[in-house]
């Protein structure tokens, strides 16, 4: 998890991303430079709990095995710290219905690919080797590095190409937008340059070069981009904002909050409006009126990260320390212990006041940047967000929050090795690094550098003791590993930390009961998944998880099933929760019934060899033999695991005998603790 930027705050680094920024959640395949954006959403929420299919879905695997870990499983472990609320930074720029709200870039076809194939990133060519292929050749290799993800290799192949053919505007384009995302903004600048020169109104150019401007504190300049960068809902908050942060390095804070205030739009820019406006204020120590606005953010949304350091900052200036607190605590319920909060309430119960949170006007316009970035990342739309992110770090590579929100992007390209080295540039001094090396470890897992992750897991809690977010995450990677009876012990240790168990420690119950119904020790599984449910009442993943292992057992079938149903009116849409209930009917010969749920299982999880082959079985015991042929034969060239694949083949050439269907022992009851 990191804690920080944008994303969820899971216990572990990721987490602290979610809860700073929300946003749009259109995923674009296809987004265009020029006008507005031609796209094709893709709706794609995030859980606060990421965790790996074994235990998230609490999936169960025919003959009562489960599914087998991804090689991501680590990674995606992400452990919630509070209950499993997602906190964002604005819940109303998450909530609304903008498709057309992802504006923006058509990188180069591949960096808006539908999905990342590569786990790492190929080293970028050397300029030998570019040297040695055709313009053709760069060409297509930098459309390739793009499907890729590979944005590197993307960037070198596209220049080489450029320099073959530089009067190439598509070329000029493709290698400018590579570049930018790459984080080479200097170089980017000089192509935006020429760019502009082609087509005047190029959004993404103008930005880069009003950014070069602020940057150096050219305001006019800056000025003058911004304002031919509009177009569409996010580019006109996006310069409406920035334009307001150059007013502000001129000296004008009138014109720079009255610009925010004629901004018409959305209702979701209520929050982006008034928390800007409040941090010019507060910049030019106008109290009332700074006051004024981030309290108003602070009400629109108090699960706003910023928002909340923003306001309790100002209070702890002006109204005083116990004002500031009540700001601080209030959050705290929300999401407990996030590391700045905690940091923030810690210097103001030692007599400090706080600082304003934003200090010159390029940090204000770093501020504008990453917010929309990590917004736009979380919620789908990756090309953009990795050009405001790379932007945001030009004006303040230390940004703690931007690196993070960029490094939790990479992840989500599945791309551990990038992410790795941007966690490695957390600045050692944040309340954040000590997350950002949680993550950094996870990732370092994900690349099957499970023993250097365990070493620096280890380190971390050597370090730390009592520090139960680095437990978990050394937990969730045994856990990944299919180590099933040393993830108990680990979350035992993280266990042994509470002195007195609460709603937010209902996973790591939840995670050790896995482990040890997973290592066949059911009577401390059982116990575990109960005390969870005790935490978290109606918890969908506990229910899920327990009521299926009942009824798979063949024991207290009626409280079972009940609880699976539970499970399914609150995951409606959950394809591995469904499974389970239409499973569980097929476990007590209910087979109607059965193929109702795993049809519907397959249809909100298509990919899944496991439910593709439940729902054979389930076709066979209703007499469909040929639909249930077609389901295993779908289920075998879905690369299910090797015991599944050799049962598949059975079925598809014997069909399903009685032995090979569990229904029958279903309804042989199992003692309690028998696993």
């Known amino acids: 998890m990191s804690f920080c930027c944008l994303r969820p705050i899971p216990a572990i ?74 906190v964002t930074f604005f819940k109303p720029f998450r909530r609304a219905a903008i498709a057309a709200a992802a504006a923006a870039v058509m990188l180069p076809t591949g960096l808006a690919a539908q999905g990342p194939t590569a786990m790492v990133a190929s080293p970028s060519p050397t300029s030998q080797e570019l040297a040695r292929v055709s313009l053709w050749g760069n060409y297509l290799a930098a459309r390739h590095a793009g499907l890729q993800r590979d944005i590197g290799s993307a960037a070198a192949y596209y220049r080489a190409a450029l320099r073959v053919d530089p009067k ?89 909050v009255d610009g925010i205030d004629r901004l018409a739009g959305p209702d979701w820019y209520a929050i982006f409006k008034d928390l800007h406006a409040g941090l010019i204020f507060d910049l030019a120590n106008n109290k009332k009126e700074a006051g004024k606005r981030l309290e ?24 005083g320390k116990a004002e500031a607190l009540k700001i601080f605590e209030s959050f705290n319920k929300v999401l407990p212990n996030h590391p700045l909060i905690a940091k923030e309430m810690e210097d103001l119960k030692a007599g400090e006041s706080l600082p304003v949170l934003i200090t010159t006007p390029q ?51 599945k791309k551990p090795d990038l992410a790795i080295k941007v966690y490695e540039r957390v600045p050692p001094a944040s309340p954040l690094r000590r997350n950002s090396e949680i993550q950094l470890a996870i990732n370092l897992d994900s690349l099957d550098r499970t023993d250097e992750a365990r070493a620096h897991l280890d380190k971390l809690i050597a370090q730390r003791p009592t520090d139960v977010e680095a437990i978990i ?27 007195k168990p609460e709603k937010p420690n209902w996973l790591i119950f939840y995670f050790r009961g896995i482990c040890y119904e997973r290592s066949k020790q059911w009577a401390n599984a059982e116990a575990d998944l109960k005390k969870a449910l005790e935490l978290f009442p109606d918890q969908p993943h506990v ?49 109607d019934e059965a193929v109702r749920y795993l049809e ?27 639909e249930a042929r077609f389901q295993w034969a779908h289920a075998r060239d879905l690369k299910p695991e ?13 069909g399903l005998s009685e032995d090979l269907s569990s229904s029958a022992q279903a309804d042989r009851a199992k003692k309690p603790g028998g696993g």
């Not at 629109?300 to 702890?316: C, F, I, M, N, P």
């Not at 501020?367 to 932007?391: C, K, P, T, W």
């Not at 929100?405 to 390209?413: G, R």
């Not at 999880?605 to 389930?618: M, S, Y």
Request: glycine content about 10%; charged content about 25%; aromatic content about 8%.
């Open 363 to 413: 940090a204000g316009a770093a501020e504008v940047l990453y917010g929309l970035g990590a917004s736009l990342g979380r919620q789908g739309g990756e090309d953009l967000a990795m050009i405001y992110l790379q932007l945001a770090l030009y004006l303040a590579p230390q940004q703690p929050l931007a690196l993070l929100s960029l490094a939790d992007l990479y992840e989500q390209l």
């Open 13 to 86: 680094p990721g987490r602290w991303v979610d809860q700073a920024y929300g946003g749009p959640e259109p995923r674009s395949n296809v987004i265009e430079m020029a006008g507005e954006p031609a796209i094709t959403p893709r709706f794609r929420p995030r859980s606060p709990i990421f965790i790996n299919k074994d235990s998230v879905a609490c999936r169960r695997r025919a003959k009562g095995s489960f599914s087998r870990p991804t090689r991501q499983g680590a990674l995606q472990a992400r452990v919630p710290h509070g209950d499993q609320r997602t």
């Open 296 to 319: 108003r953010a602070n009400k629109l949304d108090q699960g706003a990260l910023r928002a909340v350091e923003a306001y309790g900052r100002w209070a702890s200036r002006n109204t």
């Open 168 to 256: 190439n505007n598509e070329l000029l384009e493709r290698a400018f937008l590579s570049i930018v995302a790459d984080g080479e903004v200097d170089e980017a600048v000089k192509l935006a340059e020429r760019l502009v020169q082609v087509d005047p109104s190029h959004r993404i150019a103008r930005l880069v070069l009003g950014v070069r401007s602020l940057k150096q504190k050219q305001y006019q300049t800056a000025k003058a981009h911004f304002a031919r960068s509009v177009r569409g809902p996010i580019a006109d908050l996006t310069a409406t904002l920035l334009t307001a942060w150059t007013l502000q390095g001129a000296g004008d804070v009138k014109g720079a």
């Open 473 to 499: 995450a050394l937990g969730n990677i045994l856990r990944g590993r299919k180590m099933f009876a040393q993830c108990a012990e680990v979350y035992g240790r993280g266990i042994a930390t509470i002195a």
């Open 642 to 654: 090797p015991d599944d694949l050799l049962k598949i083949e059975e079925k598809l050439k014997s």
């Open 600 to 626: 519907r299982a397959v249809e909100l999880k298509p990919e899944d060899p496991t439910i593709n082959d439940h729902l054979g079985d389930a076709y066979w015991r209703v007499g469909r033999a040929l």
């Open 543 to 591: 229910l899920n998880y327990l009521g299926y292992s009942w009824v798979d057992q063949g024991i207290n079938l009626d409280e079972g099933m009940a609880m699976i149903r539970r499970a399914v009116d609150q995951r409606p849409d959950d394809g591995y929760i469904v499974d389970s209930l239409g499973w569980a009917y097929f476990r007590i010969a209910k087979y």
